[in-house]
Nanobody, 121 residues
Framework: QVQLVESGGGLVQPGGSLRLSCAASGSIGSINAMGWYRQAPGKQRELVATITSSESTNYADSVKGRFTIDRDNAKNTVYLQMNSLKPEDTAVYYC???????????????WGQGTQVTVSS
């Protein structure tokens, strides 16, 4: 089984920074794209940022220039550095990864349990 575990969320003042981490573990054959999504109360889950296995990145317009996604393939971990945080960034942040389990031939999407980020003074 494959698990994704996020960490690094919390309460931060507007203009502050947080760094989220998401580590994949279990019977992993290989990992393709990884990414971060978020869901605010009463809203649909939305893409924040993604990074491919070749480290090509993609960002939502709302976070460009403020957030940076990167990954450590040796640790099966993806990170999200969030700077200049705004109250509208408040949401539960979910990690996503396309993983090929070691016993299978195809990639499947896996999700973390989510970590709360609250931006408030």
């Amino acid at each position: 089984q494959v698990q994704l575990v996020e960490s690094g969320g919390g309460l931060v003042q507007p203009g502050g920074s947080l760094r989220l981490s998401c580590a994949a573990s279990g019977s992993i054959g290989s990992i393709n794209a990884m990414g971060w999504y978020r869901q605010a109360p009463g809203k649909q889950r939305e893409l924040v940022a993604t990074i491919t296995s070749s480290e090509s990145t993609n960002y939502a317009d709302s976070v460009k220039g403020r957030f940076t996604i990167d990954r450590d393939n040796a640790k099966n971990t993806v990170y999200l550095q969030m700077n200049s945080l705004k109250p509208e960034d408040t949401a539960v942040y979910y990690c996503n990864a396309y993983v090929r389990p070691s016993t299978l031939s195809f990639f499947y999407p896996f999700w973390g349990q989510g970590t709360q980020v609250t931006v408030s003074s």
